[in-house]
Every structure is written in C-alpha cells, then in structure tokens.
C-alpha cells in the first residue's frame, strides 16, 4: 500500500519561491504517475501539474504554467514541485497523488488518482 507524504509548505510573500517535496514509501515509486492538486478554502480541488512514471511526460493547468515545475527523482522515491513567482491566489493546500501506470497517459483528473497525501499548506502573503 503506497503512501505519500508532502514536505515544504509554509509562508512566502508574494513574488517568492517554494519547493515541495512528496516522498512515497515504496521503491515501486518508479511505476506511478504522479500529480499535484492543490484546494482553496471554499474552492473545489484544482489539478496543477502531473508527470508520467518515467518523468517523459508532464501536464500543467494554465493558472500555473510556466511558474511551477514538477519533476521526480525515481531513485529517492520523491516527486518535487517547484513554485516560482508565487501569488496569493496560490494559497491553498497541496497534495500529491499516485496512481499506478496501467499504460494510460498521465492526467490531472482527481479520479485517476488512488493514493493522496495529507497535503502541507502553502499561505502566499505580504
């Protein structure tokens, strides 16, 4: 059973950078697409950016592309999200999802999805 676990959340000022971390439990990592959601307060949840197992292959909404850069390092069993030229529209708590690569393409649809960290909280403020 894959778990997930999300590092690097915390308080940025508009403008800055994060990085977050999500960091699985198993060496069978490598065989898992991966995505990152993110959900406001009052908001529906909001797929931000994926990436196939091997890490070929990645996807990103608009509201963040060219901000934000998802990568994975499949020998530490981690996915990375890099969040650049951060806004207070960008507050809001993220997670990290795992679904195993049965041969579909990658995607940002929640409901592909079958292992959710607990998420960290991201709060971009002055």
């Known amino acids: 059973h894959l778990q997930l676990v999300e590092f690097g959340g915390g308080l940025v000022q508009p403008g800055g950078s994060l990085r977050l971390s999500c960091i699985a439990s198993?060496?069978?990592?490598?065989?898992?697409?991966i995505a990152w959601f993110r959900q406001a307060p009052g908001k529906e949840r909001e797929g931000i950016s994926c990436i196939s197992s091997g890490g070929g292959v990645t996807d990103y909404a608009d509201s963040v592309q060219d901000r934000f850069t998802i990568s994975r390092d499949n020998a530490a069993n981690t996915a990375y999200l890099q969040m650049n030229s951060l806004k207070p529209e960008d507050t809001a708590v993220y997670y990290c999802?795992?679904?195993?690569?049965?041969?579909?393409?990658?995607?940002?649809?929640?409901?592909?999805?079958?292992?959710w960290g607990r998420g960290t909280q991201v709060t971009v403020s002055s």
């Open positions: 999802a795992a679904e195993w690569n049965s041969g579909d393409s990658v995607t940002l649809k929640s409901n592909e999805y079958g292992y």
């Open positions: 198993e060496i069978t990592f490598q065989h898992y697409h």
